[in-house]
């Protein structure tokens, strides 16, 4: 349960109005909110400084789909899945980040439709409204903060691996984001993508 209840955001907003809190009027955040400046590539840089570990060192390769080698990166901590913007090649037509390979320090590039994807892995899964899934189950699943649900089948996987199937291909589902599973307006369960 949480202590907003049934509360949409604009409603809290007008209850803090009417308290007068100055909150009520604070913009969304749209990115890391704990990180100042949204600049995760200093914060990283900065915690391990303070946790006393160096950077590591993943520079490698920028590699087209199609297994061409295009350019050097700096390090996989400057990318993400469905990325455009900041990849250090130019191309006649726009370039997205489809793959990291933490591994090999890959960073595979390619286009826009080649984001989509119709199944997802989610590992390390927490159950919320089944014990455990069994068998196959309809679902609506959310990739991402304001990715809007999409039908999908979820099944078992491997070991502690679920499955989902959508419907429709989505854009960018990105290892390390959480995954949520819905039936109707409750939570069935989540994990990570891998």
Same mark, same amino acid.
């Given at each position: 349960m949480f202590p907003l209840g $049934?509360?949409?955001?604009p409603e809290v907003r007008e209850v803090a109005r009417q308290r007068g809190l100055k909150l009520a009027e604070k913009p969304d955040s749209q990115e890391i909110c704990f990180i100042p400046g949204g600049d995760y590539k200093q914060f990283l840089t900065a915690y391990l *400084? *303070?946790?006393g570990e160096p950077m590591p060192e993943t520079a490698g390769e920028l590699v087209a789909s199609n297994g061409e080698v295009i350019g050097r990166h700096e390090g996989i901590s400057n990318f993400t899945v469905g990325q455009r913007k900041g990849l250090g090649v130019s191309s006649p037509s726009p370039l997205y980040v489809l793959q990291i390979d933490p591994a090999s320090? $890959? @960073?595979t590039v390619g286009a826009d439709e080649e984001l989509a994807t119709r199944t997802l892995r989610a590992t390390q899964l927490n159950w919320i409204s089944i014990p455990e899934l069994t068998g196959p189950m309809r679902v609506r699943a959310k990739i991402r903060h304001r990715h809007e649900p999409a039908w999908a089948t979820l099944e078992p996987g491997g070991p502690g691996e679920a499955v989902a199937t959508f419907d429709e291909a989505q854009r960018a589902v990105t290892p390390g984001q959480s995954a949520v599973f819905y039936d109707g307006d409750e939570v069935v369960g +989540? +994990?990570?993508? @891998?």
């Open positions: $049934r509360l949409t955001k *400084e *303070e946790q320090h $890959r @960073v +989540g +994990g990570w993508i @891998v």
